[in-house]
C-alpha cells in the first residue's frame, strides 16, 4: 500500500507492505538506525517513537498505522529545542553507558518534558517505567531527565 506520514517534520511517502513493521521501515528502508530493537515483543521500550506525540512502540506498530500520522525518532530531537536539552543533559549526567537503550529513553521522556518540565521525580520514573536498561541503574537516567525538565521549564519561563 501507499503511505503518506510526516517523518522528522518532512512530508514522506513510500510504497510499503501494510503489515511491515514500523521499526523496519524507519531502520531497514529509511536508514533512521538511531531507533534500536530490543525484545521485539513489546517488553523493552528500546524502539520507542512518537506518533501524533505519543510514545509508540515501533515493534508493535505496522506501515498501515502510520498513514496520516506525524512520527518523531530519535533522530528529530536535534531539531527540537527540548530534544537538543535533554540529549545535552544525559552526557552531563553520564547517563549513558552502551547507549542502546538511551534512545528509547529520550523519547519516553520527550512528551513528559514538553507538557510538564517541572515533573516530579516520580513523575519521570512512570514515563521512563516501560523503558529497560541493563547499564546504569536507572538513578542518572532519571537525574538527566530531572536536569532537561529544569532547564526547559527555565527557557519556557523566559519566553
Ligand atoms: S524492541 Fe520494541 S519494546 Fe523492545
Ligand atoms: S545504557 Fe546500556 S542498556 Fe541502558
Same mark, same amino acid.
Given at each position: 500500500m501507499d503511505i503518506k506520514f510526516t517523518l522528522n517534520g518532512n512530508s514522506q511517502s513510500l510504497s510499503t507492505e501494510p503489515d511491515r513493521r514500523v521499526i523496519d521501515l524507519l531502520r531497514e528502508d529509511l536508514g533512521l538506525t538511531g531507533i534500536k530493537e530490543g525484545c521485539g515483543t513489546g517488553e523493552c521500550g528500546a524502539c520507542t517513537v512518537l506518533m501524533d506525540g505519543e510514545t509508540r512502540l515501533s515493534c508493535l506498530t505496522l506501515a498501515a498505522q502510520i498513514d496520516g500520522r506525524d512520527i518523531t525518532t530519535?533522530?528529530?530531537?536535534?531539531?527540537?529545542e527540548e530534544g537538543i536539552i535533554l540529549q545535552k543533559a544525559f552526557e552531563e549526567q553520564g547517563a549513558v553507558q552502551c547507549g542502546y537503550c538511551i534512545p528509547g529513553m529520550e523519547m519516553a521522556a520527550l512528551p513528559l518534558l514538553t507538557l510538564?518540565?517541572? #515533573? #516530579?521525580r516520580n513523575d519521570i520514573k512512570i514515563a521512563l517505567s516501560g523503558n529497560l536498561c541493563r547499564c546504569t541503574g536507572y538513578v542518572k537516567i532519571v537525574d538527566a531527565v530531572e536536569q532537561a525538565g529544569r532547564e526547559i521549564a527555565v527557557k519556557k519561563e523566559g519566553l
Open positions: 530519535i533522530e528529530g530531537l536535534q531539531d527540537m510538564h518540565p517541572n #515533573a #516530579a
